[in-house]
């Protein structure tokens, strides 16, 4: 199994919600990531994970909590987003943080839609 | 400047052609190149990673690096109607726990049948 799968793959949601993204991989990889990409840009990164740890935080908002339950699971709760908050959120992993330097594997990605 | 430069494009060329893309970077610092396809709504896929300088190939896929240039490329040889994508490049300096890949905007790339 060489996949990172997300779900969902799309989802709209107003301003006053609390949903949460997922994303689940068994190559037994122990760095993890989520990165956020607006249209016709490159993927911006948010978090990492290592060894189930936060090990990078870059200065997201609150309104993002990253949690990662175990070495398979990531998960990205979202709370009072903005609409400028729309976009693909993108979850990555490594064998360890530093063979991300070789490559990630990506999933296809959650579509969020804010109204 | 930005770190990493790559012309966004649309490049379109005629089936069959052999396809260039490219990027320039200002970091000498940078050792590991990456080459990520990304289909429409699809995640990026790694295509190829590079080690310093030097060329790899993979199929009808071709990676430089000139390091003395600050210049990648990717070739794509008799290219087809599904290489149309956006491809980015990606570059890493550092080994340590504070690991980061630089990214360029990615150039979208269209292969006319």
């Known amino acids: 199994d060489t996949e990172v799968t997300q779900t969902p793959k799309h989802l709209v949601m107003g301003m006053t919600n609390k949903k949460s993204l997922k994303c689940e991989q068994h190559?037994?990889?122990?760095?993890m990531y989520w990165y956020k990409q607006k249209a016709k840009k490159p993927p911006e990164l948010m978090f990492v994970y290592s060894y189930e740890k936060l090990s990078i935080n870059e200065s997201v908002p609150s309104r993002f909590s990253p949690e990662c339950p175990n070495s398979s699971l990531l998960n990205l709760h979202l709370h009072a987003l903005q609409p400028e908050d729309s976009a693909l959120y993108l979850c990555?992993?490594?064998?360890?943080?530093?063979?991300?330097?070789?490559?990630?594997?990506f999933g296809s990605g959650t579509r969020l839609t804010v109204v | 400047q930005k770190e990493v430069e790559q012309d966004p494009g649309p490049l379109s060329v005629p089936e069959g052609a052999i396809v260039s893309l490219n990027c320039t970077y200002s970091?000498?610092?940078?050792?590991?190149f990456m080459w990520y396809r990304q289909y429409s709504r699809k995640g990026p896929e790694l295509l190829m990673y590079?080690?310093s300088s030097g060329n790899k190939e993979d199929g009808r896929f071709t990676a430089q690096v000139d390091k003395s240039s600050k210049y990648i490329s990717l070739f794509i040889r008799d290219s087809q109607p599904s290489d149309s994508a956006t491809y980015l490049c990606a570059m890493s300096a550092h080994l340590d726990s504070n690991y980061q890949l630089i990214w360029g905007a990615g150039t979208k790339l269209i292969i006319k049948p």
């Open positions: 990555a992993s490594s064998q360890v943080i530093r063979a991300a330097a070789r490559g990630y594997t």
């Open positions: 970091n000498s610092a940078f050792q590991y």
């Open positions: 190559m037994g990889h122990r760095a």
């Open positions: 590079t080690y």
